[in-house]
């Protein structure tokens, strides 16, 4: 695709960067030129109403458009997630906020033998532009939760930048596209911005190498944002205790997938994954 920021040369998987977007056609005539050479751009449009699609095939001829077949993050994120074709798959914002240049960073991680690069803004060589006390302060009370339930040792919870193989994929159970909306017009469990916090809690409960990769957070470049603290944060912490309480059958679930597998012995054992806080040298 783009020429621009190559990704490393070694051992070098297929990249699909899934995008969901919602009106963001001015920022993605910005970021997508920025993005690295990769297999395959997945734009995950959730029913815009100004030129984002349009924008974005100008812009990127080649990007592979997908529709959302409900609404919020989630459903358009697991809707990128069944389209994509390549070996690692990068979840990334359309609103400027993410650093296309890390992307050779979260990758290496994986090719390290990570199952998932973490992104995290509070972790050395990561840091915010964006995020408010008030988030910041919500984000870091669900993380410590998050941390007592389930055994792990996250220091970012709900932050969006994150890549992982896609063979992990069909393991984290996550809500098909294929699904009715509810009757309700209530968004289903997992279809909002809670998919964060989904996807941390089952790969730690599958018992999967997570790496944190330091990520620094962009403001958002035009346009305002979707989430709402407080509505989005009563969703997460629902999530916690949910995915709480099915953590018997994920563990079930792990000791057969991973019975013959040993833990590395650089890992940090937490009871369910292992978190590893990346450092430069671990990431490039």
């Known amino acids: 695709m783009n020429p621009v920021s190559p990704l490393p040369s070694i051992a070098q998987p297929r990249i699909s960067v899934v995008v969901p977007a919602r009106n963001e056609a001015r920022n993605l005539e910005i970021v997508l030129p920025m ?13 815009s109403v ?4 349009a924008t974005a095939v100008r812009v990127m001829p080649d990007i592979k ?3 959302q077949t409900r609404k919020g993050k989630g459903n358009a994120l697991a809707c990128g997630f069944e389209a994509a074709t390549g070996d690692v798959i990068v979840m990334f914002d359309a609103d400027g906020s993410a650093d296309p240049a890390e992307i050779p960073r979260f990758v290496e991680a994986l090719v390290a033998g990570a199952d998932v690069a973490k992104g995290s803004r509070f972790v050395q060589g990561g840091g915010s532009e964006d995020i408010t006390r008030f988030r910041a302060l919500g984000n870091w009370g669900l993380n410590a939760l ?27 159970e996550l809500l098909p ?32 190498d997570i790496v944190e990769v330091p990520s620094i957070e962009k403001l958002r470049i035009h346009g305002s944002s979707n989430l709402n603290a407080v509505t989005d944060g009563f969703r997460v ?3 916690i205790l949910e995915e709480r309480r099915r953590r018997p059958s994920a563990s079930a679930r792990r000791a057969s997938m991973r019975a013959a597998a040993a833990p590395a012995p650089e890992l940090v054992s937490t009871g369910t994954g292992s978190v590893r806080t990346g450092a430069r040298r671990d990431v490039a």
Request: a negative charge; proline letters at 4%; glycine letters at 10%.
């Open 237 to 239: 912490l629902r999530v």
């Open 50 to 53: 100004d030129d984002t699609v």
């Open 35 to 47: 993005l690295p050479s990769v297999h395959e751009v997945i734009l995950v449009d959730g029913h």
């Open 146 to 172: 998050t941390n007592l339930l389930l055994g792990t040792r996250y220091t970012d919870l709900c932050y969006g930048y994150n890549a992982f193989w896609a063979r992990i994929v069909p393991s984290l």
């Open 177 to 208: 596209s294929g699904l009715a909306p509810r009757a309700d017009g209530q968004m289903h469990n997992g279809d909002g911005f809670e998919i964060e916090t989904i996807l941390n809690c089952r790969t730690a409960a599958l018992g999967y």
């Open 65 to 67: 458009v997908v529709h």
